[in-house]
Protein backbone atom coordinates (compact mmCIF):
# COMPACT_ATOMS: atom_id res chain seq x y z
CA UNK A 1 0.00 0.00 0.00
CA UNK A 2 0.85 3.69 -0.90
CA UNK A 3 0.36 4.72 2.69
CA UNK A 4 2.34 2.17 4.60
CA UNK A 5 5.08 2.60 1.81
CA UNK A 6 5.36 6.56 3.24
CA UNK A 7 5.34 5.26 6.72
CA UNK A 8 8.71 2.68 5.75
CA UNK A 9 10.33 5.51 4.38
CA UNK A 10 10.06 7.40 7.03
CA UNK A 11 11.14 4.99 9.45
CA UNK A 12 14.19 3.74 7.02
CA UNK A 13 15.28 7.06 6.90
CA UNK A 14 15.32 7.60 10.98
CA UNK A 15 16.84 4.17 10.96
CA UNK A 16 19.72 5.54 8.63
CA UNK A 17 20.04 8.58 10.47
CA UNK A 18 20.61 6.28 13.83
CA UNK A 19 22.92 4.13 12.06
CA UNK A 20 25.10 6.85 11.24
CA UNK A 21 25.29 8.62 14.80
CA UNK A 22 26.05 4.74 16.20
CA UNK A 23 28.88 5.37 14.10
CA UNK A 24 30.02 8.86 15.08
CA UNK A 25 28.53 7.62 18.88
CA UNK A 26 29.70 4.34 19.50
CA UNK A 27 29.95 5.36 23.06
CA UNK A 28 26.00 5.56 23.08
CA UNK A 29 24.86 2.90 20.94
CA UNK A 30 22.31 1.59 24.01
CA UNK A 31 20.79 5.12 24.70
CA UNK A 32 20.50 5.97 20.73
CA UNK A 33 18.96 2.55 20.05
CA UNK A 34 16.75 2.68 22.41
CA UNK A 35 15.70 6.01 21.52
CA UNK A 36 14.93 5.31 18.27
CA UNK A 37 13.17 1.77 19.05
CA UNK A 38 10.76 3.12 21.66
CA UNK A 39 9.35 5.43 19.05
CA UNK A 40 9.81 3.05 16.01
CA UNK A 41 7.91 0.00 17.23
CA UNK A 42 4.75 2.88 18.29
CA UNK A 43 4.77 4.15 15.50
CA UNK A 44 4.47 0.68 13.28
CA UNK A 45 1.56 -0.72 15.42
CA UNK A 46 -0.13 2.29 15.53
CA UNK A 47 0.26 2.43 11.94
CA UNK A 48 -0.70 -1.09 11.46
CA UNK A 49 -3.87 -0.32 13.41
CA UNK A 50 -4.98 2.82 11.58
CA UNK A 51 -4.53 1.39 8.31
CA UNK A 52 -6.71 -1.70 8.98
CA UNK A 53 -9.23 0.90 10.97
CA UNK A 54 -8.99 2.74 7.60
CA UNK A 55 -11.12 0.34 5.63
CA UNK A 56 -13.78 0.16 8.03
CA UNK A 57 -15.40 3.42 8.58
CA UNK A 58 -14.51 7.18 9.79
CA UNK A 59 -16.11 6.34 13.61
CA UNK A 60 -13.74 3.38 13.82
CA UNK A 61 -10.48 5.21 12.35
CA UNK A 62 -11.22 8.06 15.08
CA UNK A 63 -11.53 5.74 17.57
CA UNK A 64 -8.75 3.77 17.05
CA UNK A 65 -6.61 6.52 16.96
CA UNK A 66 -7.67 7.87 20.48
CA UNK A 67 -7.45 4.51 21.80
CA UNK A 68 -3.70 4.69 20.34
CA UNK A 69 -3.00 7.71 21.91
CA UNK A 70 -3.88 6.66 25.38
CA UNK A 71 -1.96 3.50 24.95
CA UNK A 72 0.87 4.54 23.57
CA UNK A 73 1.02 6.95 26.15
CA UNK A 74 0.79 4.10 28.72
CA UNK A 75 3.94 2.48 26.47
CA UNK A 76 6.17 5.34 26.48
CA UNK A 77 5.40 6.46 30.54
CA UNK A 78 5.95 2.51 31.69
CA UNK A 79 9.20 2.11 29.21
CA UNK A 80 10.44 5.09 30.63
CA UNK A 81 10.16 4.07 34.21
CA UNK A 82 11.52 0.74 33.51
CA UNK A 83 14.92 1.97 31.63
CA UNK A 84 15.48 4.75 34.52
CA UNK A 85 14.98 1.92 37.45
CA UNK A 86 16.99 -0.81 35.87
CA UNK A 87 19.52 0.32 33.36
CA UNK A 88 22.38 2.43 34.09
CA UNK A 89 22.46 4.84 31.28
CA UNK A 90 24.03 8.27 29.81
CA UNK A 91 20.00 9.96 30.11
CA UNK A 92 21.55 13.12 27.93
CA UNK A 93 21.72 11.10 24.79
CA UNK A 94 19.09 9.08 25.66
CA UNK A 95 16.47 11.93 25.73
CA UNK A 96 17.99 13.59 22.79
CA UNK A 97 17.95 10.29 20.81
CA UNK A 98 14.15 9.01 21.88
CA UNK A 99 13.02 13.32 21.55
CA UNK A 100 14.34 13.46 17.57
CA UNK A 101 13.31 10.18 16.90
CA UNK A 102 9.84 10.59 18.67
CA UNK A 103 9.16 14.00 16.64
CA UNK A 104 10.15 12.83 13.37
CA UNK A 105 8.00 9.33 13.51
CA UNK A 106 5.10 11.24 15.05
CA UNK A 107 5.23 13.70 12.22
CA UNK A 108 5.27 11.38 9.63
CA UNK A 109 2.35 9.26 11.28
CA UNK A 110 0.46 12.59 11.73
CA UNK A 111 0.82 12.84 7.56
CA UNK A 112 -0.03 9.84 7.23
CA UNK A 113 -3.04 9.85 9.19
CA UNK A 114 -4.21 13.26 7.80
CA UNK A 115 -3.87 11.59 4.00
CA UNK A 116 -6.39 8.80 5.28
CA UNK A 117 -8.73 11.34 6.93
CA UNK A 118 -8.90 13.87 3.74
CA UNK A 119 -9.57 10.46 1.80
CA UNK A 120 -12.18 9.48 4.04
CA UNK A 121 -13.86 12.59 4.12
CA UNK A 122 -17.44 12.55 2.80
CA UNK A 123 -17.97 15.00 -0.11
Do not use: D
Request: aromatic content about 18%; charged content about 10%; proline content about 2%.
Amino acid sequence: QKKMKFFLSGLFLSFSVLSILIILLRHYLFELTIGWFLPALAGMVTVYFVLKASKKSSINLTKTIAIGFIIKMFYYGISLVLLIQYYTFQPIVFICSFTGFFLVLHIVEAILIKRISVLKRPN
